[in-house]
């Protein structure tokens, strides 16, 4: 049936407690069938107090995720990629159990420890030793491959910022192109995405955008300006910039059938339970939402940044909010209620 008009006054609501709770910056698209509706409160730049605004770009951390995983489904509708297979048979020698899949990886099933633990388990010391690096996808993976393994390889869920450098290895293998020639051949170009970018080893966002502020471990020390960075630490797992017009474009065309085969779509969209509200398929979160409805897509959280993008299951309505800070539970927390707004409208009465 159809759904609740979306509740922008409920979206600006969720923003304004966003601030409250330390968020200098954020905003939300609302893309209803093509009826367009945005929010946006607070500054992009603290220096300065430039209003922030939907024309502003920003770092989307793991959804970036749901980019490299279009691309490989898109390989295997080509028949250069088989999910079933193991990681062995494309990139032979580089994990420690041959028995580790393709589609485990893309599920975070594959057990492979996430190396992000470690790396920034002091938010702000963490950032700035790495803020400026640029790792090879071996070295995150040698990072990982240190530790023991979460789980037996298909055994259990665990999110693993490991598997989605895989997942770029596997994008380079297979096409013999770097992983940002391929968002742009397949995704970007063809959906005319013009404020997202990969511009990995480059730190600095192309055009208008939003300063991010991560916010330290210790509470009442200062906001650390954290957009400048290479992102490399991520890389294919979270680098990739872009707004809230393209992913609300991208999240509908991928769930509108436009980015692939319906088959390999459907293998994309089958989930497997995370808790009460979540579940995961390949590259692709599902959130349960109060009313019923269950949007597809990602999060993502990055030093700066934190994003949501998700839509409707025929991608009809599709939603993009992001609040520009990021180490805040609370603000991480708040942000969800954009989707509540969004997509099943003013609470019940
Ligand atoms: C599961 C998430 C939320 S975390 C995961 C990934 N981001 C990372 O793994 C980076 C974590 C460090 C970010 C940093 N946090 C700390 O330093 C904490 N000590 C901050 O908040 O700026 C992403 O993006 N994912 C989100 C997702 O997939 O939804």
Same mark, same amino acid.
């Given at each position: 049936g159809r759904l609740p008009k979306p509740d922008l006054a409920g979206v600006d609501s969720v923003l304004r407690t966003a601030l409250r709770q330390g968020a200098p910056g954020a905003i939300a698209r609302v893309d209803d069938d093509g009826v367009v509706r945005t929010a946006a409160v607070g500054v992009a730049d603290r220096g300065t107090g430039r209003a922030i605004s939907n024309a502003d770009r920003f770092r989307i951390g793991s959804v970036t995720k749901v980019f490299s995983a279009v691309v490989l489904m898109q390989l295997a509708d080509e028949g250069k990629l088989n999910l079933d297979a193991s990681v062995d048979r494309y990139l032979p020698g580089l994990l420690p159990d041959s028995r580790i899949t393709v589609r485990q990886v893309l599920g975070h099933r594959s057990g492979l420890y996430d190396y992000t633990n470690d790396m920034f388990a002091k938010s702000v010391s963490g950032f700035e030793s790495v803020r400026s690096k640029v790792f090879t996808y071996r070295q995150l993976v040698d990072r990982s491959l240190r530790h023991a393994r979460t789980n037996a390889p298909g055994a259990a869920y665990a999110y693993s910022n490991t598997n989605f450098v895989v997942a770029g290895m596997l994008i380079e293998k297979l096409t013999g192109h770097l992983v940002g020639t391929e968002y742009a051949n397949r995704i970007i170009e063809p959906l005319k995405l013009?404020?997202?970018?990969?511009?990995?080893?480059?730190?600095n966002i192309p055009g208008r955008y939003a300063r991010g502020y991560l916010t330290p471990d210790t509470a009442g020390t200062p906001l650390v300006d954290?957009? /400048? /960075?290479?992102v490399s630490w991520a890389q294919s797992a979270g680098a990739l910039i872009s707004s809230t017009r393209d992913l609300d474009t991208f999240l509908s065309a991928l769930l509108g059938g436009r980015l692939m085969s319906a088959t390999r779509l459907g293998q994309m969209e089958r989930m497997i339970p995370v808790n009460s509200t979540q579940a995961y398929g390949l590259g692709l979160r599902r959130r349960d939402l109060s009313c019923g409805v269950s949007v597809y897509g990602h999060t993502g959280a990055v030093q700066g940044y934190y994003t949501y993008a998700f839509a409707t299951k025929d991608g009809r309505r599709s939603l993009t909010a992001l609040a520009n800070t990021s180490n805040n539970g609370a603000v991480l927390n708040t942000m969800l209620g954009t989707l509540e707004s969004a997509f099943c409208g003013k609470p019940a009465k």
């Open positions: 013009r404020d997202t970018f990969y511009v990995h080893p480059g730190k954290a957009t /400048q /960075q290479t």
